[in-house]
């Protein structure tokens, strides 16, 4: 349910938007649903907000265990929010991190409430500059 409310909030209003959200509306209603239906729905939404099923260095952040926990599942604009609101209660978020949900790495972001490839390019190019001299004669 909390997620369902997540997603509802902050699911963009466009042609793709709007029969996922009402298939998402019409899955959510019943009561139990089949986790490999879940699966599937979820994917589509996260391929709606821009995130992408692979994990490599481009698509992750740093926090602290419990905190990364209560992130997993949820779309880029919740996590942006829930990263502002664990700061505003005295929680340690890691520079980069900061930056990360602050798009500061992207040039000209066009979406805030979407994590792109471009997103991704720029964190990654951005770490490359500050690991280089760290990692000089490794590939």
Same mark, same amino acid.
Request: aromatic share 10%; no cysteine; hydrophobic share 35%.
């Given at each position: 349910?909390?997620?369902?409310?997540?997603?509802? *909030?902050?699911?963009?209003?466009?042609?793709?938007?709007?029969?996922?959200?009402?298939?998402?509306?019409?899955?959510?209603?019943?009561?139990?649903?089949?986790?490999? *239906?879940?699966?599937?729905?979820?994917?589509?939404?996260?391929?709606?907000?821009?995130?992408?099923?692979?994990?490599?260095?481009?698509?992750?952040?740093?926090?602290? %265990?419990?905190?990364?926990?209560?992130?997993?599942?949820?779309?880029?604009?919740?996590? %942006? %929010?829930?990263?502002?609101?664990?700061?505003?209660?005295? %929680?340690?978020?890691?520079?980069?991190?900061?930056?990360?949900?602050?798009?500061?790495?992207?040039?000209?972001?066009?979406?805030? *409430?979407?994590?792109?490839?471009?997103?991704?390019?720029?964190?990654?190019?951005?770490?490359?500059?500050?690991?280089?001299?760290?990692?000089?004669?490794?590939?």
């Amino acid at each position: 349910q909390e997620w369902k409310e997540m997603v509802e *909030h902050y699911f963009p209003r466009t042609k793709k938007g709007k029969p996922l959200l009402k298939k998402l509306r019409e899955v959510l209603a019943v009561e139990e649903i089949e986790e490999s *239906h879940f699966k599937e729905l979820q994917e589509q939404v996260f391929k709606l907000f821009g995130v992408p099923g692979e994990d490599d260095i481009s698509n992750l952040a740093l926090l602290e %265990r419990g905190d990364n926990s209560a992130l997993s599942n949820s779309i880029f604009p919740a996590k %942006r %929010r829930k990263i502002m609101e664990l700061e505003g209660q005295g %929680r340690f978020i890691p520079p980069a991190t900061r930056a990360v949900f602050a798009k500061y790495f992207t040039p000209y972001p066009k979406e805030l *409430h979407i994590w792109n490839m471009e997103d991704r390019e720029g964190y990654r190019k951005a770490l490359e500059g500050r690991l280089k001299d760290f990692l000089k004669g490794e590939e």
